[in-house]
């Protein structure tokens, strides 16, 4: 055997240890009272604050390996910890720990005309891979979600957060086996060997259930086309606001600009405005006007070119284009259908709005449109866990399967069925 | 190009032709009311009845081509068909179509503090696949149920049921589309090229959503290996009965007999029967003798050997076997724990039942065995959709994610999140 097969073949030794070591531990907190987990998260969060010297000093190691490498100072702010820092992670660990527990909840019950009592009650999914970017407090976030649902938890972090996610991993599971649970409920890959990604999204012979990809677009692509189990993530959110007739412009003005400009850099940022026939007389032109205002880059349709001499035409590629930066492509449609049309073409499935004072109009919109969040009247900048009122995310997925939109405690759950009789046999 | 890939790319051709065919219909059926799909459906149960004639003659052909293949008999029963076994066919679709429809159901609502009003409603899944052996009826019973959801489907039968699928296909079409919903609702792959299934389960670049697998361990094992797409499937059903002290002997002799021995060969039935050591005494030999009475083999442990003289001695590999006959595996298990481990470590996280008197062990069990559906005082023989109430099931999926036990209509479906504003937007 040569140094790189040996080389890989301890990289997967490693990572399969670690894959059955989470197999155990789920089937352990699988059956955990939900006291005890809380218990256990409210332990974690208590370990960070106080490793917090700790912390600051394996960041300040990635920081300066970091600088060597020239990092954009937009990487440096992602990757960067301070007190406050810390103290919001713990903080995002106690809201995670006080939230009802998924487990056990009882989701349907019915009798069969035999006598059997029939129940469908929540169980966890069971192991779950995340594999992100150099964010140290994805290491936080996700570890303790996916504990909440009684899930064991692989992470895979970002080889430049490296030290950050391995000083805030042995906080939480100190925490965590303080309260009596097991240390391998939260595992982190304690290696930089790009090997162990493909590994775990290979699914480990069965050892991993799902997939979460956290960050950018390459990251996502990567793991949607390579993984072997089911992954819950969207590779972009490329939303829509359609304002259709009749509509009040001050509202308009309100939601758009929010969509839009709120955050640019976020998945549920609008990235098209499409601006019913009927109003193009009246609130294209305030809404444009407004947008390039507001500091961003218009690129339109013929319609919108006209509107204001500073919009750029926009190209056929633009209205598929994630931009997540202040820019927007602007188009004129021609009633509901073309702008259902619109977003069946250009969507990625994710959030889309309607602004009208029609509620019929609203109403065909959000059942027309298959995307996993569809508004009325409202930003598209709340596709977000947090906004939902699920305590949390582990991300925001646009399949169909399984899990849909923000993806919370409860969504990162299985169930069964629970059958209870006196002898029934079965006829025939 | 060489004949064999000019042949390979035209199966290619038409197989994603199908796709993009199915794509279109579901977009359309996402939409269709259920008044309207429920009327599609009973007109297609209609045009079944129709057809008899023309059903029968084709699948005169499918079995004499059979027979000169040396068909076994079972396998010539399972294809042919008869005037009551097409009546049949008629009556389930015609069930199908009168389950209250799933999509559209809010399953959840709530409001938040921001006035935010927020519902989750169940929406199609949107393509299934659906690839089964040489049973007719499979063509019915899949499609109806997949439409019945608002889902396209594509039926990919075996190629011994090659003319039956096709003339039951034909009526089905026809009555779906002179209810005026698309016919390529259902379609069927019609070809026998093995290739075609390959095409399937890659997924066909994202026009397949999901892939069902209806036969025996081999061909859901081709396709759990090979395929790209989620799969609602089952490999076996290795299911247990834990005798658990105290129990009553009678109500425990009458269960292990329907578990095991109503029908052998359905993927409920019974394959472990494990008697707990505090009963070992009393009830294993009653037990062993009424199975051996019934006819069925006895494999047991050193315990169950010594219990009657026609024991034979089980291997090791009979604990993880899936008999689908007359054949049971008996052993004694030391308390709940012993009996809990040997299922994690033989079982297929299928069906398994204890029966007892003590509540509390039938609580414990239910709560720690890891499988699709468990039973207290129950027949595993319930492991069915129709026993679930759920009007029919396309199959039986042992899988944690998405769908799990019986797979009905429900959940054949996905979800979004709507939500309806008065012109909130996100601060921050």
Redesign the interface.
């Known amino acids: 055997m040569d140094a790189k097969s040996n080389e890989t073949s301890e990289v997967s030794a490693l990572v399969h240890g670690i894959g059955r070591r989470a197999r155990a531990a789920a089937?352990v907190l699988?059956?955990a009272a939900g006291d005890k987990k809380k218990a256990a998260l409210l332990a974690a969060a208590r370990a960070i604050r106080e490793d917090t010297t700790k912390i600051l000093a394996a960041n300040a190691e990635d920081l300066a390996a970091a600088r060597k490498n020239n990092a954009t100072a937009a990487f440096l702010d992602r990757l960067a910890l301070d007190e406050k820092r810390i103290n919001a992670m713990a903080e995002g660990i106690e809201t995670v720990a006080t939230l009802p527990d998924p487990v056990g909840e009882v989701t349907a019950a019915?009798d069969?005309p035999n006598g059997?009592k029939?129940e469908r009650v929540r169980?966890p999914?069971?192991v779950i891979a995340v594999v992100y970017e150099s964010r140290p407090n994805v290491t936080a976030d996700a570890g303790a979600l996916a504990f909440k649902a009684g899930n064991a938890v692989i992470l895979r972090g970002g080889s430049d957060s490296f030290h950050s996610s391995q000083a805030i991993h042995a906080a939480m599971t100190r925490g965590i086996a303080g309260a009596g649970l097991p240390e391998d409920s939260i595992q982190l890959v304690p290696t930089r060997d790009r090997a162990a990604v493909g590994l775990l999204l290979s699914g480990l012979d069965g050892l991993v259930?799902?997939v979460v990809p956290r960050g950018g677009k390459s990251l996502v692509g990567r793991v949607q086309a390579e993984a072997k189990v089911?992954v819950f993530a969207h590779l972009e959110g490329i939303c829509h606001v359609y304002v259709n007739a009749p509509a009040?412009l001050e509202?308009a003005k309100?939601?758009v600009?929010?969509?839009k400009m709120?955050r640019t850099g976020v998945c549920g940022a609008a990235e098209t405005l499409l601006v019913d026939k009927k109003l193009a007389g009246s609130h294209l032109k305030p809404l444009v006007e407004m947008l390039i205002d507001a500091g961003c880059e218009v690129r339109g349709d013929e319609a919108t070119c006209k509107a204001d001499s500073r919009v750029v035409a926009a190209s056929e590629q633009d209205w598929s284009t994630e931009y997540l930066d202040a820019i927007i492509s602007v188009g004129v449609v021609d009633g509901i259908d073309d702008a259902v049309e619109h977003i069946?073409r250009y969507g990625s499935h994710h959030t889309d709005s309607i602004v009208t004072d029609d509620r019929e109009a609203?109403e065909s919109f959000?059942?027309?449109v298959?995307?996993?969040?569809?508004?009325?009247?409202?930003?598209t900048?709340?596709a977000?866990g947090g906004?939902?009122?699920f305590g949390g995310e582990i991300g925001i997925a646009t399949g169909?399967?399984?899990a849909?939109?923000p993806v919370g405690a409860e969504q990162l759950t299985?169930?069964?069925?629970?059958?209870?009789?006196?002898?029934?046999?079965?006829p025939?």
């Open positions: 089937r699988a059956l019915w069969r059997l029939i169980t999914l069971g259930d799902v089911p009040d509202m309100k939601i600009l929010n969509a709120r069946a609203a959000l059942n027309r298959d995307s996993a969040i569809v508004l009325h009247n409202a930003s900048q709340f977000d906004e939902f009122g169909r399967l399984h849909r939109g299985s169930f069964k069925y629970r059958i209870r009789g006196s002898g029934q046999t079965r025939g």
